[in-house]
């Protein structure tokens, strides 16, 4: 994948990922006509039937672990109540991990771990068995 120069392409790119994922999971997705939301998308997992809403980060990895910055885009702090959702997003490997934010709204900065409260979505099987060839 080339890389992508700027902070607000690779967020861009998260949250592509992210959408794709979700229907992938046969879930309902939408995105804020206006960017002044503090969250990113809604779902509607299957579940629940309920709208949920979801602020994306992309992932890093810092000692070997997926890490997010959880700064807003204007240098604050989010809010507990501003997400119920994080969606930590490794766009490389297509793994996602879905963290209650008022878990990590409290945080600039936050390691996803296995003892978090957190769903892991994957890539389908059929993408897993797909190699990307080059155009």
Request: charged content about 30%; proline content about 6%.
């Amino acid at each position: 994948m080339p890389s992508l120069q700027t902070a607000s392409a690779r967020g861009k790119a998260a949250e592509l990922r992210f959408l794709q994922i979700v229907l992938e999971h046969g879930w309902s997705a939408a995105v804020p006509v206006a960017e002044d939301e503090p969250w990113d998308a809604l779902i509607s997992r299957f579940e629940t039937w309920l709208w949920e809403r979801v602020q994306i980060k992309r992932t890093y990895l810092k000692y070997g672990k997926p890490t997010v910055n959880l700064v807003r885009h204007d240098g604050k702090r989010y809010r507990p109540d501003d997400a119920d959702w994080l969606a930590a997003v490794e766009v490389e490997s297509g793994r996602v991990w879905l963290v209650p934010f008022d878990e990590v709204a409290q945080y600039q900065r936050k390691r996803i771990t296995e003892d978090m409260a957190c769903y892991e979505m994957r890539r389908t099987p059929q993408e897993e068995d797909h190699e990307e060839t080059p155009f």
